[in-house]
């Protein structure tokens, strides 16, 4: 049976119509990236000839924190909503991803499942009705966000290890008693009949030694 693949980077799903964002908020994340604290993937990491639909069904396999650039344009794209989205909401609701978004330019999100999950800022005061040192306040805002996502991931992933690594050893404790309890009954059964044939021996010595049973054996010989 095949495990299913360890979920570690940030994904950027978005419409094309909104590359500009994607790149701002990849300079945003830069420090992040540089400093390991987080792998980012989006769709510009496609090399040249690559099958694309599997590098992406790779990318959103293997994302801890997705963050979805949200638009009318991202909303309208039928590859967004029918290869993208399904996965990443099943794995929000089933496998602990973080599923965060960011409202670029008004759109009707409220009507969709995507509202039901945290907005990385508040989604009143789309992106792009901002002033630009706003925008970069606000992208830093989403950054820290995304950060504090992967802080809280990993403490969670260190708990489950540390909570597998307890059921683990409790299990080999368990299992080493239990071999323990195994070999003491063997040790006492073979006491038990080891003493039974003791018993037995020393009561056929005694009957041989008693004096009917001497007499017996003269009157035997003498004849």
């Not at 496998?95 to 499942?113: A, Y």
Request: charged share 35%; glycine share 2%; hydrophobic share 40%.
């Amino acid at each position: 049976m095949t495990s299913a693949p360890e979920r570690h980077q940030l994904f950027i799903s978005y419409s094309r119509a909104d590359r500009e964002w994607v790149d701002r908020l990849k300079t945003m994340l830069a420090p992040l990236v540089r400093g390991d604290a987080l792998r980012l993937w989006d769709d510009s990491q496609i090399p040249p000839g690559a099958r694309w639909q599997e590098e992406i069904a790779r990318a959103l396999a293997t994302a801890r924190v997705a963050v979805l650039l949200v638009s009318a344009d991202f909303l309208h794209s039928d590859y967004v909503n029918n290869e993208e989205l399904p996965p990443l909401l099943r794995a929000a609701e089933e496998e602990g991803l973080v599923l965060l978004w960011v409202k670029l330019r008004p759109c009707l999100v409220n009507r969709t499942p995507i509202h039901a999950f945290q907005a990385a800022i508040d989604p009143r005061g789309p992106l792009a009705a901002l002033a630009p040192w706003e925008q970069d306040e606000a992208l830093a805002k989403v950054a820290e966000v995304i950060d504090g996502a992967f802080e809280r991931a990993r403490e969670r992933e260190a708990r489950r290890r540390e909570q597998q690594d307890t059921r683990e050893k409790e299990g080999r404790e368990k299992q080493a008693r239990e071999e323990e309890a195994r070999e003491q009954a063997a040790r006492e059964t073979e006491a038990r009949a080891a003493a039974a044939r003791a018993q037995r021996s020393e009561e056929h010595t005694s009957e041989l030694q008693s004096p009917c049973n001497l007499v017996c054996r003269l009157l035997l010989e003498k004849k």
